[in-house]
């Protein structure tokens, strides 16, 4: 879920578009320089999140998705080791 900001910094755009993000930001965010971040429009504005962030949030969700007492991966695992065999087999 998306947190309240504590604190909101201030930044211009440039005539390319870009945006500096200010260096305490990019620390509390861990961005570094190359790094990929992800913007998405919402009713409020622009969302800016780390590449990490995105991904914590994709596995949140997608771990919320099964009960506690399933292992799909193990499945998976276990499918692609049975087709394995089977290619070998042919």
Do not use: H, N
């Amino acid at each position: 879920m998306a947190q309240k900001a504590s604190y909101r910094y201030k930044s211009k755009v440039d005539s390319a578009g870009r945006v500096l993000i200010p260096a305490e930001l990019r620390a509390k965010m861990d961005v570094r320089p190359g790094a990929t971040v992800t913007l998405s429009a919402s009713r409020r504005g622009i969302l800016l999140e780390s590449r990490r962030a995105a991904v914590r949030a994709a596995q949140e969700y997608f771990c919320g998705l099964a009960p506690e007492s399933e292992v799909w991966s193990k499945d998976l695992i276990a499918g692609r080791r049975r087709e394995a065999r089977r290619e070998l087999a042919d």
